[in-house]
C-alpha cells in the first residue's frame, strides 16, 4: 500500500512510503528526484525519462522516500540533476562514505522524517532552491513553450534549458512531456475514455496519447491502465 503526505517543512515536497515493494514494479517518470530508504540503505532517485523497476530496491522490502521540492535536490546533493538521470545511486557514492554516513544513521533513527528536517536544514543554509526552478515547472505545467517561459524569465532559451537540465535533469521540452503524462494517469485511473482523458491532459489527439505514454511508460495506455488497477 503507498501512503504519501506533503512536507510539513519543505514546502512542495512529499514524504511517502510503500508497505513493500511491488516484484517487477515500475516507477513513471515525474518530473521529481527523490531521498529513498530501503534495506539500511539511502538512495538518489535521479530524474526519470522513462519507467524505471523498482530495482535496486528489493521485492517485498518496506519502500520510503522524500521528494524533493522542484529544483531543490540539486541544491542539496550538489550535483546537477542531468548527472543523475535515470540513475539510482546511494548516497554515499555521490559524497563518499562518511559524509553520507550521518544521513543514513538519520534515516536508520528517524524514518524520512529525519531525512526531511536534514534537507530542510540544508536548504535554509544554501539560501532555498533557487526561485527560477519553481516559476519554470509552474509555466511548462501550465502548457507555455520554451519561448515564451524565456521571454517570462527575460533569459534565451539556451540559458533556459541549461537551468533546466541542472534544476530537473532536463529541457523544458522533456519536462511538459513528463507533466503531461502525470496529469492523464488520474484520468486514466478514472476509467475515461482514452480521447477524452488525451483532449483533458493537453495531447494533440489519442495517437499523440498512445506514442507518448509508450515512450515514457514502456506500454499502451490500456495496458497502463490495467495494470494501475490491478494493483
Do not use: I, N
Not at 512529499?14 to 513493500?20: D, G, K
Not at 483532449?199 to 495517437?207: L, S, T, V
Amino acid at each position: 500500500m503507498y501512503a504519501e503526505r506533503p512536507s510539513t517543512r519543505l514546502p512542495g515536497a512529499a514524504l511517502w512510503s510503500v508497505a513493500a515493494a511491488t516484484p517487477g514494479g515500475s516507477v513513471l517518470p515525474d518530473g521529481c528526484m527523490d531521498l529513498v530508504w530501503s534495506g539500511g540503505r539511502l538512495l538518489v532517485a535521479g530524474p526519470d525519462t522513462r519507467a524505471h523497476t523498482s530495482a535496486p530496491v528489493a521485492a517485498g522490502d518496506p519502500v520510503s522516500g522524500l521528494r524533493f521540492p522542484p529544483g531543490a535536490a540539486p541544491v542539496v546533493l550538489g550535483v546537477p540533476a542531468d548527472v543523475l538521470r535515470d540513475q539510482r545511486p546511494e548516497l554515499a557514492d555521490l559524497w563518499g562514505t562518511r559524509a553520507a554516513r550521518p544521513w543514513v544513521d538519520a534515516a536508520a533513527d528517524g524514518g524520512v522524517a529525519a531525512l526531511e528536517r536534514r534537507v530542510a536544514a540544508s536548504l535554509a543554509d544554501r539560501g532555498g532552491p533557487g526561485r527560477d526552478a519553481a516559476v519554470v515547472a509552474r509555466l511548462v505545467a501550465a502548457g507555455l513553450g520554451a519561448e515564451e517561459v524565456a521571454d517570462r524569465l527575460g533569459v534565451t532559451t539556451r540559458t533556459l534549458h541549461r537551468r533546466a537540465r541542472a534544476a530537473f535533469g532536463y529541457g523544458p521540452c522533456t519536462l511538459a512531456r513528463v507533466l503531461r503524462l502525470q496529469r492523464v494517469l488520474p484520468l486514466l485511473d478514472a476509467g475515461l475514455p482514452l480521447a477524452e482523458a488525451a483532449h483533458r491532459a493537453g495531447y494533440a489527439d489519442q495517437p499523440h496519447l498512445s506514442r507518448e505514454v509508450r515512450a515514457l511508460a514502456g506500454r499502451s495506455p490500456g495496458a497502463l491502465a490495467a495494470e494501475r488497477a490491478a494493483r
